[in-house]
């Protein structure tokens, strides 16, 4: 494998389009970098529950906002809001959801979250 490895959101690996969500995966070779873009009204529970199942979302996510702004409440009862410049990791055990009227854009790179992220089973 070459020491660079370059791929675009543009042409991403997989896209994944869960209720009022897009996510586009590219794969790099041992991690995973994922682009997802959720609208409006989004929330763990009522868009990605449906498709994978369980109580709560089982993936740890580490990501950057891009734009807009989303919130993650984790089973502990810890809650918290992410917005455009900030950098986060999420822990296994949480609900989130986009604030506001905005559509929040984020990127992931985890190779497990970006590569099962609204992934059916």
């Keep these: 494998m ?10 991403p690996d997989e896209v994944r389009s869960p209720d009022k969500a897009n996510v586009h995966v590219c794969d790099l070779g041992g991690v995973a970098a994922a682009k997802m873009v959720l609208q409006p009204g989004w929330s763990w529970s009522t868009c990605i529950k449906p498709v994978v199942g369980g109580e709560s979302c089982q ?25 455009a410049g900030d950098v986060y990791v999420i822990e296994p055990g949480h609900d989130g959801w986009v604030e506001g009227d905005t559509e929040c854009v984020a990127l992931e790179f985890n ?8 992934a059916k089973k």
């Excluded at 190779?111 to 609204?118: E, G, I, L, P």
């Design 111 to 118: 190779a497990t979250a970006a590569k099962t992220f609204a």
């Design 59 to 83: 993936a740890r996510h580490v990501g950057t906002v891009l734009s807009g702004s989303m919130s993650a409440k984790h089973n502990d009862g810890t809650i918290d809001t992410f917005v």
């Design 2 to 11: 070459s020491g660079i490895v370059k791929k675009s959101f543009n042409n």
